[in-house]
């Protein structure tokens, strides 16, 4: 059994198809072209802006106080304070949180 007979019980032999006259092709990009021309343009849907930036925003506000506190803590770290800001950013960040949560699942339905 030869290199030659090996590929072929493995791999089918493929066949050309015979062509299609130019007519039958010319009918088939008609009738393409005419489904395309009637298809509606779609419209440009607006971009939805996500209303969390601006509730967050109001939500400093109410805890402006612990705002003061981070903004102190990292005023410290800049003058080259070894402390880390960590737990008043955290205490920061669920304020702002449990501010603006019910106010985003509000905008959003």
Known sequence: MGLTEIFSSIFPT??????????????????VVEEVAEEPEEEEEEELEDPK???MEACEKD??????HLD???????NGSS?????????YMHCADECAAPKIFAATN
């Open 14 to 31: 493929a066949y050309a198809e015979e062509e299609q006259p130019v007519e039958v092709v010319e009918e088939v990009v008609e009738e």
């Open 53 to 55: 930036e601006q509730i």
């Open 63 to 68: 805890c402006a106080a612990l705002k003061h």
């Open 72 to 78: 102190e803590c990292n005023e410290r770290v800049e």
């Open 83 to 91: 402390e880390n800001c960590i737990e008043e950013f955290f205490h």
